[in-house]
């Protein structure tokens, strides 16, 4: 039986398993670690995208992957050797290659060199960012650029100098190498712009609102969460005047013409409405003060009538009419008939003032 030492075997016992059974063998297989590559030097240590290098160095024979800067290139190994080809996009940085026992990394930097009167980007600014967020791309050549994509959506730019283009990131973008285009070449940057999600501003919540009732002009404690940048408030879609005291609660007076319906409260983030009705109080209807009839009646007397309107009205009586204090309810009881109430009180000597009022 041959079998093949699998990845994660470690030092240890040999388990053979059938139908009928297992058996262990008595002594222990010893794992041997592969031998992890390195990399010694590389020659040039400079050149142009499609350049082949001369990478040396130990145990490289199993390479899987050789990258510049973190960009895959093609290769080929040799007596021990690799040769690989400078990737398009690839910017200066270490070479690094990968086996099946580990990773090696040079120790210097390989400087990619740009072919004459094509761009390059050396690096960009910020790193990350929204849509809409505006990105300082660094290079060289910048002035021939025809076009800037964010991992492939087009983005709107500007490159007035050869070493600065500024582009905004485009809608629908999404992580990914910003790429700048000529009409003869691409070029990538090596490292992803990652897009970031701005989270919406949350919406306007009213939670209470102190009194639940009142008139045109009334004082309303508006109470809840998110009342930043208040843009308006509104009793039932009447605007109010309004002072934003804090972040959770705003001041309003309720408006003329106003009718009883929901509170809203809107910023730029949108609209919230309370869950019930500010309730509009019924302006009371005026009292109109009714007209009494007086005229003598039996001697030193005098009957005050008025109509079955003014039922409720009290009959009171004052001799000095400055006195505001001075009116006092007439005891005589009135009588009803005819559809008037009528009472006589005395005449006396002085001058008598009368009038109704309601109580």
């Given at each position: 039986?041959t079998?093949?030492?699998?990845?994660?075997?470690?030092?240890?016992?040999?388990?053979v398993?059938?139908?009928?059974?297992?058996?262990?063998?008595?002594?222990?297989?010893?794992?041997?670690?592969?031998p992890?590559?390195?990399?010694?030097?590389?020659?040039?240590?400079?050149?142009?995208p499609?350049?082949?290098?001369?990478?040396?160095?130990?145990?490289?024979?199993?390479?899987?992957?050789?990258?510049?800067n973190?960009?895959?290139?093609?290769f080929n190994?040799?007596?021990?050797?690799?040769?690989?080809t400078?990737?398009t996009?690839?910017?200066s940085?270490?070479i690094s290659?990968?086996?099946p026992a580990?990773?090696?990394?040079?120790?210097?930097?390989?400087?990619?060199?740009?072919?004459?009167?094509?761009?390059?980007?050396?690096?960009?600014?910020p790193?990350?960012?929204?849509v809409g967020?505006?990105?300082?791309?660094?290079?060289?050549?910048?002035?021939?650029?025809?076009?800037?994509?964010?991992n492939g959506?087009d983005a709107?730019?500007?490159?007035?100098?050869s070493?600065?283009?500024?582009?905004?990131?485009?809608?629908?973008?999404t992580?990914?190498?910003?790429?700048?285009f000529?009409t003869?070449?691409?070029?990538?940057?090596?490292?992803p712009f990652?897009v970031?999600?701005?989270?919406p501003?949350?919406?306007?919540?009213?939670?209470?609102?102190?009194?639940?009732?009142?008139?045109a002009?009334?004082?309303v404690?508006?109470h809840?969460?998110?009342?930043?940048?208040?843009?308006?408030?509104r009793?039932?879609?009447v605007?109010?005047?309004?002072?934003?005291?804090?972040?959770?609660?705003?001041?309003?007076k309720?408006?003329?013409?106003?009718v009883?319906?929901p509170?809203?409260?809107?910023?730029?983030?949108?609209?919230?409405?309370?869950?019930?009705s500010?309730?509009?109080?019924k302006?009371?209807?005026p009292?109109v003060?009714p007209?009494?009839?007086?005229?003598?009646?039996?001697?030193?007397?005098?009957?005050?009538s008025w109509?079955?309107?003014?039922?409720?009205?009290?009959?009171?009586?004052?001799?000095?009419?400055?006195?505001?204090?001075?009116?006092?309810?007439?005891?005589?009881?009135?009588?009803?008939?005819?559809?008037?109430?009528r009472?006589?009180?005395?005449?006396?000597?002085?001058?008598?003032?009368?009038?109704?009022?309601h109580?």
């Amino acid at each position: 039986m041959t079998a093949t030492v699998p990845a994660s075997a470690g030092t240890g016992p040999i388990t053979v398993v059938t139908t009928a059974g297992s058996a262990t063998t008595p002594d222990l297989f010893t794992v041997t670690e592969l031998p992890k590559p390195a990399i010694t030097g590389f020659d040039p240590a400079s050149g142009e995208p499609g350049v082949q290098i001369h990478i040396e160095g130990s145990h490289l024979s199993d390479a899987t992957s050789v990258k510049f800067n973190g960009v895959e290139t093609a290769f080929n190994v040799l007596a021990g050797s690799i040769f690989a080809t400078v990737p398009t996009n690839a910017v200066s940085g270490p070479i690094s290659i990968t086996t099946p026992a580990g990773n090696a990394t040079s120790a210097g930097s390989f400087t990619v060199l740009v072919p004459a009167g094509e761009p390059g980007i050396t690096d960009f600014s910020p790193t990350s960012g929204p849509v809409g967020q505006i990105v300082s791309i660094h290079g060289t050549n910048l002035t021939e650029v025809t076009a800037v994509k964010f991992n492939g959506v087009d983005a709107v730019f500007t490159n007035l100098v050869s070493n600065l283009i500024s582009a905004i990131v485009p809608t629908n973008a999404t992580t990914g190498p910003i790429t700048v285009f000529t009409t003869t070449s691409t070029n990538a940057t090596p490292v992803p712009f990652t897009v970031t999600i701005v989270e919406p501003p949350a919406l306007p919540i009213v939670s209470s609102f102190l009194p639940t009732n009142g008139l045109a002009g009334a004082s309303v404690e508006i109470h809840g969460t998110n009342f930043t940048d208040v843009i308006a408030v509104r009793f039932n879609g009447v605007e109010a005047a309004f002072t934003a005291t804090s972040s959770t609660l705003l001041a309003a007076k309720v408006p003329t013409n106003a009718v009883t319906g929901p509170i809203t409260v809107t910023t730029a983030a949108g609209t919230g409405a309370s869950d019930v009705s500010f309730q509009i109080d019924k302006v009371p209807d005026p009292i109109v003060p009714p007209v009494m009839a007086m005229h003598g009646a039996a001697a030193a007397q005098v009957e005050i009538s008025w109509p079955d309107s003014a039922k409720d009205f009290v009959l009171q009586e004052n001799q000095n009419v400055a006195d505001k204090t001075g009116w006092k309810n007439v005891t005589v009881p009135p009588v009803h008939s005819d559809g008037n109430y009528r009472t006589t009180v005395a005449a006396g000597t002085g001058f008598g003032f009368y009038r109704l009022v309601h109580p």
